[in-house]
C-alpha cells in the first residue's frame, strides 16, 4: 500500500511539472523585430497567439496597419492589431517543445504549420519554426522575446 501511493504521488508531480512546462510559452512576447506584441494563453491544453500591440511608428494616419497581403479579400481590411497569428500548438512533454501548431504572417499572408521551443534554461526567448509541407528542416525560425503589456 505504501508503494501504491508513492507512486501516485510520484504520478500526481510529473503531471503538474508537465503542467508548468507547458505553460512557460504563456505571456506577452516581443516579435523578432521589436515591432509587435503577442500575447499566447493557453485554451483546453492548446497555445494561441494574438498581436496585442503595435509600435506607433508603424501605424498609418493613426490606425493600426490593415491585414492587406490575406489572400481572402475579405479579410484585408481588418487590423494586424488583435489579429491572432498563433494557433493550436500543444505542448509534447517528451521533446519539450510545443507543436502541431500554425502560424500567420501578415507580412506575406501565409499560414504555415509551426512548432516552438526554448533554449536550455532561458525562459525569456521563445523560438518558433513555421514550415511547409510537413518538412520540419524546410521552414524559418523567429526568435521571440519575453516582455510585458507595459
Known amino acids: 500500500m505504501k508503494k501504491l501511493v508513492i507512486l501516485f504521488l510520484f504520478g500526481l508531480w510529473l503531471n503538474v511539472a508537465s503542467a508548468q512546462n507547458a505553460k512557460n510559452i504563456t505571456g506577452i512576447w516581443w516579435n523578432d523585430e521589436k515591432t509587435s506584441k503577442i500575447e499566447v494563453i493557453e485554451k483546453d491544453g492548446h497555445y494561441f497567439g494574438t498581436i496585442v500591440y503595435m509600435i506607433p ?64 534554461g532561458n525562459l525569456d526567448k521563445l523560438f518558433l519554426k513555421g514550415y511547409v509541407v510537413g518538412i520540419k528542416w524546410l521552414g524559418k525560425s523567429t526568435e521571440w522575446t519575453r516582455t510585458s503589456l507595459n
Not at 488583435?82 to 521533446?95: A, E, R, T, V
Not at 501565409?110 to 512548432?115: A, I
Open 57 to 120: 511608428e508603424k501605424y498609418e494616419d493613426g490606425q493600426p496597419p490593415k491585414d492587406d497581403e490575406n489572400p481572402d479579400p475579405a479579410l484585408r481590411d481588418r487590423s494586424i492589431v488583435g489579429l491572432q497569428i498563433l494557433s493550436g500548438l500543444k505542448f509534447n512533454n517528451k521533446d519539450k517543445e510545443w507543436e502541431d501548431g500554425r502560424i500567420y504572417d501578415p507580412k506575406s499572408g501565409k499560414t504555415y504549420d509551426c512548432f516552438g521551443w526554448f533554449e536550455e
